[in-house]
Structures are given as structure tokens and as C-alpha cells.
């Protein structure tokens, strides 16, 4: 299991351009739907933890998953898996950057890669909108506003939305059990 786990996010490191948040369809589609590791609700749960904890977004939900398929020696495979490529790509870009950085075959490869790129960002997005209430919607595209538009911090909607959250749901525990 600790091998298939760092093979796992080895292969999703070494294939995956973009980002962390290119990695994420990638992520689930592996530990979901081909390996079944992680329940597709538990995976939301560690993608929005991935999301609030500081560092990279796909290093740390490769840590939640590993660490959820087989705790501490689960998280350590994983960590490794998720890093080494990028790690070694960058040592060698490093290495060779001054050889190739006006290189116009290089510039016009990375001008490319941008669409696909954007779109393996939004991908997830609609994904995790799937089966959402009608009022979430409203709220994701008033947070993606307040964000770009307005150029409020994303801290302080997390925190507003973890705090509504909290409170939308002892509202609702509270109906419950009345």
C-alpha cells in the first residue's frame, strides 16, 4: 500500500503541468475512482482542509489523502511522490535556465500549455459545484468577485465562509431537534 501510494503521486508529480490546482481532477481521479482509497465526500473534506492549510494546495492534499489511507508512513509516501518530480525538474531548469530562457521554442511550448492549463483548473471547480444549493452558486461568484474585482483577501472570506458555514449548520442542527 505505502508503495502504490508513492508511486501514485509520483506519477500524478511527474505527469501533471500546471500547478497544484492542475493536480487536483488528477488527485481524485486516482484516488477515487482508480485506486478507491478515498469516499468522493471524504476527498471534498480533504481538498477544502488541503485549501485552508498553508503551502501548496496539491502537497497538501497528497499528505491528507496519504495520511487517510495509511496515517503517518501513508502521508511521508505520498509527500515524497507529490515532490521529487518537481523537485528534480526544478534542480534541472536551475541548472540550465540561462541556457534557455530566451529560447522562443520554450516561450511559444509554455504560451501553449496556458489554455489547457486554465482548464484543468476550472474542471475541478464545476465538479465540486455538482449537487451544490442554488444559494452556493450566488456565493461562489460573489467570492470570485469580492477577490478579483474588489482585491479582498482570500483569508478573510475563508474565515467568513467557515464562520457562515458553522453557522448555517447549528441553525439546521437546531431545526432538527426541535
Do not use: C
Not at 74 to 85: D, K, Q, T
Amino acid at each position: 500500500m505505502i508503495l502504490q501510494l508513492f508511486w501514485s503521486f509520483l506519477k500524478i508529480g511527474a505527469f501533471t503541468f500546471g500547478g497544484g490546482y492542475a493536480m487536483i481532477p488528477i488527485i481524485e481521479r486516482e484516488v477515487i475512482e482508480r485506486r478507491g482509497w478515498v469516499a468522493r465526500q471524504d476527498f471534498l473534506d480533504l481538498l477544502t482542509l488541503a485549501q485552508s492549510a498553508p503551502g501548496p494546495i496539491a502537497l497538501n492534499t497528497a499528505v491528507f489523502v496519504g495520511y487517510k489511507v495509511h496515517k503517518l508512513r501513508g502521508a511521508l509516501a505520498a509527500l515524497m511522490g507529490i515532490v521529487i518530480p518537481s523537485f528534480t525538474v526544478i534542480l534541472v531548469v536551475a541548472m540550465l535556465f540561462a541556457d534557455i530562457r530566451h529560447n522562443p521554442y520554450v516561450d511559444a511550448a509554455f504560451k501553449g500549455m496556458r489554455p489547457a492549463v486554465v482548464a484543468l483548473i476550472v474542471a475541478p471547480v464545476f465538479k465540486l459545484a455538482k449537487g451544490m444549493h442554488r444559494v452556493m452558486y450566488l456565493l461562489i461568484v460573489a467570492t470570485a468577485v469580492a477577490i478579483h474585482w474588489l482585491g479582498l483577501s482570500p483569508i478573510y472570506l475563508l474565515i467568513a465562509a467557515a464562520v457562515g458555514g458553522i453557522a448555517w449548520e447549528l441553525s439546521h442542527l437546531k431545526k432538527l431537534k426541535q
